[in-house]
């Protein structure tokens, strides 16, 4: 069995878009192994190291550090995605020590334009998908017609089953557009191909991480989006397809939740996210371009402007709770630079009544005002000028940005592990040597 150090949990809080990458990226020089337990190319993580930049879509942020890869069967993969990443690794001469489950599934090219054609029916209720494929593949999962990793690296199996699928996914596809073709045998032969480049790196991952931590590996799991957007615990309809909490890595890598350590929440110091939804403290004037240009809010994968806010601590609450976090990471306080005054949301206003509890459903949390509290901003400063505190630590900070962290630090009642004030490994403050 473990003990508690050996493995970490990195989830975001919010709505996505926390930092997640950087802070694994961070995390994994002391890992054995970083694993991806959710989601599929709609995430995008990216880090910066050694003067490269790196954006993921599936592959774990431990990859710049060559460290061993798992995506774990909680994930759906587009092959031609995962092969063009793996490709671009070896382009940078990186060691690639890649894991895929078998029983992870597979996204085709019709669960994408199903993904597209879906979405422009459901009027009010679209999720702002990503159009990447992933809510039909995990569709096609619950419906236990779904085609896994373990299909498509064995023809027999995958020409089989993937002409049932694809006569059924042709027949509704034609019901939206009629004009729509794609040959089966082209489809298969492109699959077959993806299979035999990605059968190497297949295994039991469920079996081979388990047999990890009983020796004693030091791993990192790693989220994809936020806990805000999960499928069971996020704003439904307007978020993802899987569970994007440390809810979600027992069943999206078969390590039970007792093998589990510890949970780091991360935040970032406003709140941000792409797609549809209500964001109460979102901020819509010039202000919002400043913040969103400063921090580089463009989707990793789709490049779309994100939409930005005050940082949200009401929700962040409901997320700390049920991802059971040890301590948080706050990400991207230097995107704030020059602000003054900053806003904090403490709690939401709802016919009359402070809400004790971040209330989960969009028709309540379209109604909802948010209360703030008022801060003092602090200096514009050069990337130079934020690696050097980041270089003398903690006390360097501004004096008004350690108020403002000690402020979330007293409301989420945990302590900050992790102060990020760039985007650059160097950048970073690490506040507890007993994390991981």
Not at 390 to 406: D, E, Q, T
Request: hydrophobic share 35%.
């Amino acid at each position: 069995m473990s003990n508690d150090n050996n493995t970490i949990a990195v989830c975001g809080l919010s709505w996505g878009d926390e930092g997640k990458g950087k802070i694994t990226d961070y995390l994994a020089q002391k890992a054995d192994i970083v694993v991806r337990f959710n989601g599929g190319n709609n995430a995008g993580h990216t880090i910066e190291a050694n003067g490269i930049k790196y954006k993921f879509k599936l592959i774990p942020s431990g990859a710049p550090l060559e460290k061993e890869l798992i995506i774990g069967n909680g994930c759906v993969i587009d092959p031609k995605v995962l092969i063009e990443e793996i490709e671009n690794l070896k382009s940078l001469n990186k060691k690639i020590n890649l894991k895929i489950s078998s029983t992870a599934h597979v996204i085709f090219p019709f669960h994408i334009v199903l993904d597209g054609l879906e979405e422009q029916s459901k009027g009010k209720y679209k999720a702002g998908t990503t159009k990447r494929g992933i809510g039909p593949t995990y569709s096609d999962k619950a419906q236990r017609w779904g085609i896994r990793i373990f299909d498509l690296i064995h023809p027999e199996y995958l020409r089989q089953k993937l002409a049932k699928l694809y006569s059924i996914k042709k027949r509704l596809i034609q019901l939206y557009n009629p004009e729509w073709k794609m040959e089966f045998e082209e489809i298969f032969e492109q699959y077959k191909k993806y299979g035999e480049i990605l059968k190497p790196y297949v295994i039991d991952t469920a079996y081979y991480l388990n047999k990890a931590l009983d020796n004693n590996k030091k791993i990192v799991f790693e989220a994809a989006q936020g806990s805000l957007l999960g499928i069971d615990e996020g704003m439904y309809p307007f978020g993802t397809s899987s569970n994007a909490s440390a809810l979600g890595i027992s069943a999206g890598t078969g390590i039970p939740p007792k093998k589990i350590g510890k949970v780091l929440g991360v935040i970032k110091a406003y709140t941000s996210r792409v797609g549809a939804g209500n964001v109460p403290t979102e901020i819509f004037d010039d202000l919002a371009n400043r913040i969103r240009e400063q921090g580089h809010e463009y989707g990793t994968v789709t490049g779309r402007p994100r939409r930005v806010g005050w940082l949200d601590l009401f929700n962040i609450k409901y997320s700390s709770m049920i991802n059971g976090i040890d301590s948080i990471a706050i990400t991207l306080l230097d995107a704030l630079e020059g602000i003054d005054p900053l806003k904090i949301c403490t709690a939401y206003e709802y016919e009359g009544k402070v809400l004790k509890s971040w209330p989960i459903h969009h028709e309540i949390i379209e109604k909802c005002k948010p209360i703030y509290k008022s801060f003092e901003g602090w200096p514009s400063l050069s990337q130079e000028g934020w690696t050097k505190i980041a270089k003398s630590g903690y006390k360097s900070l501004p004096r008004a940005m350690k108020i403002y962290i000690k402020f979330i630090e007293e409301q989420l009642e945990t302590e900050a592990a992790i102060i990020s004030i760039g985007p650059q490994r160097e950048q970073t403050i690490f506040m507890d040597e007993d994390l991981f």
